[in-house]
């Protein structure tokens, strides 16, 4: 099993990846919500340690076709997760973009607005001493 910290994953690491009897896994020691990859990683790792001793002896009554299919639904469900992880990044990213333009909207308008009174304030004065 091999642990990368999110500080020092090599960019195009997957949150999840088996390759055979081989694991890699991305986890925060800050971020709680990255827990779930490394007990993930480590029940996978058991998991393959129990089929590897399991077939060195004789008949086992041990359903290896559900272990093999519970560790792949982990892998699928990682690939889920760090591509709605992206989504949620670009959301954030766009908000952030998206408040930012409004808060320049925002300030142009105002001073339009304050352009306009002013000017309809001058108008009012130079009709009322045309009277």
């Known amino acids: 099993m091999f ?3 999110t500080r020092t994953v090599p960019s195009g690491i997957e949150s999840f990846r088996r390759y055979g009897r081989d694991i890699v896994v991305v986890w925060d020691a800050e971020d709680p919500t990255t827990d779930v990859w490394l007990d993930a990683a480590i029940a996978v790792a058991k998991a393959i340690i129990i089929e590897g001793v399991a077939a060195s002896k004789p008949r086992a009554d041990v359903d290896f076709d559900a272990i093999d299919i519970a560790i792949e639904a982990i892998a699928k469900r990682a690939e889920k997760t760090d591509q709605v992880r992206i989504w949620g990044q670009t959301i954030e990213s766009t908000g ?5 333009e409004m808060e320049v909207a925002r300030r142009d308008l105002e001073r339009q607005v304050a352009s306009l009174r002013d000017n309809i ?5 130079a009709l009322d001493g045309d009277d």
């Open 3 to 5: 642990v990368f910290s």
């Open 121 to 125: 304030e001058d108008a009012k004065r």
């Open 96 to 100: 952030a973009k998206i408040v930012k």
